[in-house]
């Protein structure tokens, strides 16, 4: 059974086990979120060291019922050269809205998009040309666990598209999977 579908029939019986009627994500319509977060890119390029990278993202949310509108920043490490101090980091603003799947026992099945802009930022500037704003997207789900009546905690995955480095010489990957785990506070 190939990884994919692995995953799809373990997601599967996970909500199907759940239960009971749709819950919002937090019981306050207002809450903040902060998460870290690991970056798989999706493509390799023999011009950087392919290691898994980590990275942030804050954001706040708006909650009704089941659905939740989040506004907020990533930065992520996404390319580090071998024997070269240069790091490469997605600098990205966003809009993400979510709607709860399933719900029941604390727990809280979602799917998210994402939506926003960004850039590739050097750490030493002299080493790349400036680069421009570009629009990046995505989707994902992930596990929401109520641990109080204004705390949560959210596991939770996605794949998105965002902007790439761009010079005259190369144009590296723009394709990321993300692993992320944070606590909500409700307002």
Request: proline share 3%; net charge positive; hydrophobic share 45%.
């Amino acid at each position: 059974m190939r990884m994919s579908a692995r995953i799809g029939v373990a997601v599967a019986a996970l909500v199907s086990g759940l239960g009971g009627s749709a819950a919002a994500q937090s019981a306050q319509r207002f809450s903040l979120q902060a998460s870290g977060a690991v970056l798989f890119a999706t493509r390799a390029d023999p011009l950087y060291d392919s290691k898994t990278r980590l990275g942030f993202e804050g954001q706040a949310r708006y909650t009704f019922g089941r659905f939740s509108l989040g506004a907020g920043y990533q930065r992520s490490t996404v390319f580090a050269f071998a024997n070269n101090p240069l790091t490469m980091a997605l600098s990205f603003g966003f809009v993400e809205p979510r709607y709860v799947a399933l719900a029941g026992g604390g727990v809280a099945f979602y799917l998210a998009g994402r939506i926003g802009a960004g850039k590739i930022v050097c750490s030493i500037s002299s080493d790349c040309p400036p680069q421009k704003t570009k629009l990046g997207f995505g989707g994902g789900g992930g596990l929401l666990f109520r641990l109080s009546s204004r705390l949560s905690a959210d596991l939770g995955g996605q794949f998105f598209q965002a902007p790439a480095l761009s010079s005259s010489t190369s144009s590296l990957s723009s394709g990321y999977a993300m692993l992320r785990a944070g606590l909500g506070l409700g307002l």
